[in-house]
């Protein structure tokens, strides 16, 4: 059974900082592209980050650039997300996805594979 299972959400001041992981089980992921995404309360689900097979090419959504870095680990098999700088409106439920392909990916749609997300709460 395929599973993308994330940790590190919680509470935090706004400034401060988080650490995100997401851990694959079930199948290799070392050729799969992947992503993060958020959701707030009332709100669409959103892109954040990807990063390619590799870990050699990344993207962001613009409100998270310069504050958030993804990346690869565990020879490339998980994922990790490290944000900086957080704000209140950062507060979310973050979801770890991955795509059966090696190039990034920008839509939900376009991603085969979830986590049942964690929550971010950033106080201001």
């Known amino acids: 059974q395929v599973q993308l299972v994330e940790s590190g959400g919680g509470l935090v001041q706004a400034g401060g900082s988080l650490r995100l992981s997401c851990a694959a089980s079930g199948r290799t992921f070392s050729s799969y592209a992947m992503g993060w995404f958020r959701q707030a309360p009332g709100k669409e689900r959103e892109f954040v980050a990807a990063i390619n097979w590799s870990g050699g090419l990344t993207h962001y959504a613009d409100f998270v650039k310069g504050r958030f870095t993804i990346s690869r680990v565990s020879g490339k098999d998980s994922a990790a997300l490290q944000m900086n700088s957080l704000k209140s409106e950062d507060s979310a439920v973050y979801y770890c996805?991955?795509?059966?392909?090696?190039?990034?990916?920008?839509?939900?749609?376009?991603?085969?594979?979830w986590g049942q997300g964690t929550q971010v709460t950033v106080s201001s």
């Open positions: 996805a991955a795509r059966r392909a090696m190039g990034l990916g920008f839509k939900s749609f376009e991603y085969d594979y």
